[in-house]
């Protein structure tokens, strides 16, 4: 924003001095036009009618660039802010299914300790301690994936 506030304050003084270099310059016009007529007598107006259109026209294109650059700092701070938004909702996609994955992970191997426990091929306090850990390792999983959808809710 700051970028456009400068651009916004360069336009406005191409502006005051186009106008006031405009003015300068049809008061010279003016004053030579006079000078020209006392001494020939008669009115000397091209070779001053072209300085003036010719400065006119040098300042009328830097006012048009000044405005052109305006207009691209604005597009690009525009488009800028819709790439980081692109990039943020994203990202918080990625998060949500890699923590979908992570959950059904932990199911499938909750499940499987459980298997195993019922086939005698594992323990009762050895099951109970993995089952334990993975239970937790869902419910903060889940705490998680509950947050990023709020998020994501409440920003979208």
């Known amino acids: 924003m700051r970028e456009f506030s400068v651009i916004v304050a360069s336009s406005l003084i191409v502006i005051f001095l186009s106008v006031f270099f405009i003015h300068y310059t049809l008061d010279r016009f003016y004053t030579m036009n006079e000078i020209c007529a006392v001494q020939t007598g008669a009115s000397c107006t091209e070779n001053g009618m072209f300085m003036m259109l010719l400065f006119t026209f040098m300042?009328?294109?830097?006012?048009?660039?000044?405005?052109?650059?305006?207009?691209?700092?604005?597009?690009?701070?525009?488009?800028?802010?819709?790439?980081?938004?692109?990039?943020?909702?994203?990202?918080?996609?990625?998060?949500?299914?890699?923590?979908?994955?992570?959950?059904?992970?932990?199911?499938?191997?909750?499940?499987?300790?459980?298997?195993?426990?019922?086939?005698?091929?594992?323990?009762?306090?050895?099951?109970?301690?993995?089952?334990?850990?993975?239970?937790?390792?869902?419910?903060?999983?889940d705490m998680k994936l509950k947050d990023l959808k709020s998020n994501a809710k409440g920003s979208g």
């Open 59 to 141: 300042m009328v294109m830097a006012f048009i660039a000044v405005i052109e650059t305006t207009i691209y700092y604005i597009f690009k701070e525009v488009e800028m802010k819709i790439l980081m938004e692109i990039r943020k909702k994203g990202s918080e996609d990625k998060n949500v299914t890699d923590l979908e994955k992570r959950r059904k992970d932990l199911e499938k191997a909750k499940s499987d300790a459980r298997k195993k426990y019922f086939q005698r091929k594992m323990e009762e306090s050895t099951y109970n301690e993995i089952r334990m850990r993975y239970e937790k390792e869902l419910m903060e999983v």
